[in-house]
């Protein structure tokens, strides 16, 4: 699987244009599925107004309105109930798997359950762009600061696709997000390399190579 791990979604033309180079072709000739997931387990997002939001394409983050050949929602919770040969195909045929934000370890916790990170080492070609928490559920693990919901496990480990962790939303001083003084301490408790990153900022992984792509403000942490 090629990821592109995001901060706020395809915020400028430079994520964008890595987005395209995963994907091998236009966007315009590309299929999407939405996993709106993640929102349900962070009290701020949902469920309510913001999950509608992400799938209409009516979110501050540009995720399912650039332009998609089409468009699926993919809610990962209802997996469970209904036989993979009604979900699994159309996973297998589709682009692009868009990550919405919100709890990563409850994503974590449903990628698992339904059967979604199992699939994954099977979709070479298949694109991962994932949002805050969808982009941090491919890491080893999320630290402390971030835990909402606590899963079963009880930790805040992920599903480890990716060797270093992330924190999102790395803001100036004075402006909301994370400062660089709590990335810092947010960083001292993870047991490996680390980015904290803005909302201008992903990092592509593609054949094993890691690349930061940026118009904005990130810093590695290493190990």
């Not at 400062?179 to 960083?187: C, F, M, N, P, V």
Request: charged share 20%.
């Amino acid at each position: 699987m090629k990821l592109l791990l995001t901060s706020g979604g395809v915020t400028n033309t430079s994520i964008r244009d890595a987005l395209v180079d995963l994907l091998g072709k236009p966007i315009a000739d590309s299929s999407a599925l939405c996993i709106p997931t993640a929102q349900w387990g962070h009290p701020m997002c949902g469920p309510g107004v913001r999950a509608w939001q992400f799938i209409s394409g009516n979110s501050e983050n540009p995720m399912v309105d650039l332009g998609w050949k089409s468009v699926g929602v993919l809610e990962l919770t209802a997996l469970p109930s209904i036989d993979e040969e009604r979900w699994v195909p159309l996973v297998r045929e589709t682009d692009v798997l868009l990550a919405a934000g919100g709890d990563a370890l409850y994503l974590c916790h449903w990628m698992r359950q339904s059967g979604l990170a199992d699939l994954l080492p099977s979709l070479p070609e298949t694109v991962w762009v994932g949002l805050s928490a969808g982009s941090m559920v491919m890491t080893p693990r999320i630290g402390e600061d971030f835990v909402q919901w606590r899963p079963p496990t009880g930790d805040d480990s992920t599903l480890g696709v990716v060797d270093f962790s992330i924190c999102p939303h790395l803001a100036q001083e004075g402006m909301p997000g994370n400062s660089l003084a709590e990335a810092e301490s947010w960083a001292a408790d993870i047991a490996g390399p680390a980015y904290a990153m803005d909302d201008q900022t992903a990092i592509k992984v593609s054949d094993g190579t890691v690349e930061v792509i940026s118009e904005g403000h990130w810093k590695l942490f290493s190990a």
